[in-house]
């Protein structure tokens, strides 16, 4: 598994212009905003204040972009379904999306995050759907574990795995940032999109 040495944000982006050179494997995140996104990252990280962390939904609003072990790059997206951001920042989002997706050649996977206490929203499914049209989908985080018991925590994983429709390989993963639970987990199932031909 892999072992994360270094980290460092190394460019943030809104256009590809100043997107970096596609030198590495890259692993994004997405999810609706106030998900956890920063917060898993700097868990990921072992990092206190790598991405920035709010409580005020909407944070992040730009393609951070940062630099793991000289390796391979964690990619933290912009949080959608921000209720207070306007329809044009909303038209900006998409547009955002799409030119980052259609032009990332080593971008292994999209971790797609889901607040484990709801149901996805119909913009997570809408989200997840998108990232299927581009064979990116696969690895779902469901965060903030902490907040629920663990007999809720099945029942949840369930409804999740159901309402985005995945498929029997496709993983889900509880996570708690605050608790630092399932952590290794991720990295590992990290360590798989980066490395697929390492065992073990
Ligand atoms: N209890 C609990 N709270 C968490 C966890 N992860 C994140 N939070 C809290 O959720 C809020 C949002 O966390 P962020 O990591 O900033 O979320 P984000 O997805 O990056 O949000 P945007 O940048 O706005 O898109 C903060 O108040 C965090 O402290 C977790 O695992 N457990
Ligand atoms: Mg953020």
Same mark, same amino acid.
């Given at each position: 598994?892999? !072992?994360?040495?270094?980290?460092?944000?190394?460019?943030?982006?809104?256009?590809?212009?100043?997107?970096?050179?596609?030198?590495?494997?890259?692993?994004?995140?997405? *999810?609706?905003?106030? $998900? *956890?996104?920063?917060?898993?990252?700097?868990?990921?990280?072992?990092?206190?204040?790598?991405?920035?962390?709010?409580?005020?939904? /909407?944070?992040?609003?730009?393609?951070?972009?940062?630099?793991?072990?000289?390796?391979?790059?964690?990619?933290?997206?912009? *949080?959608? *379904?921000?209720?207070?951001?306007?329809?044009?920042?909303?038209?900006?989002?998409?547009?955002?999306?799409?030119?980052?997706?259609?032009?990332?050649?080593?971008?292994?996977?999209?971790?797609?995050?889901?607040?484990?206490?709801?149901?996805?929203? !119909?913009?997570?499914?809408?989200?997840?759907?998108?990232?299927?049209?581009?064979?990116?989908? /696969?690895? $779902?985080?469901?965060?903030?574990?902490?907040?629920?018991?663990?007999?809720?925590?099945?029942?949840?994983?369930?409804?999740?795995?159901?309402?985005?429709?995945?498929?029997?390989?496709?993983?889900?993963?509880?996570?708690?940032?605050?608790?630092?639970? /399932?952590?290794?987990?991720?990295?590992?199932?990290?360590?798989?999109?980066?490395?697929?031909?390492?065992? $073990?």
């Amino acid at each position: 598994m892999i !072992k994360i040495v270094r980290s460092e944000l190394e460019t943030v982006a809104v256009s590809p212009d100043r997107y970096p050179l596609q030198d590495m494997p890259e692993i994004a995140f997405v *999810g609706r905003s106030n $998900v *956890g996104k920063s917060s898993l990252l700097n868990c990921l990280t072992n990092r206190k204040k790598l991405a920035r962390v709010s409580g005020s939904p /909407g944070k992040t609003r730009t393609i951070n972009f940062y630099r793991i072990n000289d390796e391979f790059r964690f990619i933290d997206l912009p *949080g959608y *379904g921000y209720a207070k951001v306007s329809k044009s920042i909303t038209a900006d989002w998409d547009k955002m999306m799409a030119a980052f997706f259609d032009s990332r050649d080593k971008l292994k996977r999209v971790v797609q995050l889901v607040d484990i206490r709801h149901e996805p929203s !119909k913009l997570d499914i809408k989200m997840y759907d998108y990232l299927r049209s581009y064979g990116l989908d /696969g690895l $779902v985080c469901a965060t903030k574990a902490d907040k629920i018991s663990s007999n809720v925590k099945q029942k949840n994983l369930a409804i999740i795995r159901k309402s985005l429709r995945l498929n029997k390989d496709d993983k889900i993963i509880p996570v708690s940032s605050l608790k630092r639970t /399932g952590i290794d987990e991720m990295l590992s199932a990290i360590s798989d999109e980066i490395y697929p031909n390492d065992s $073990v």
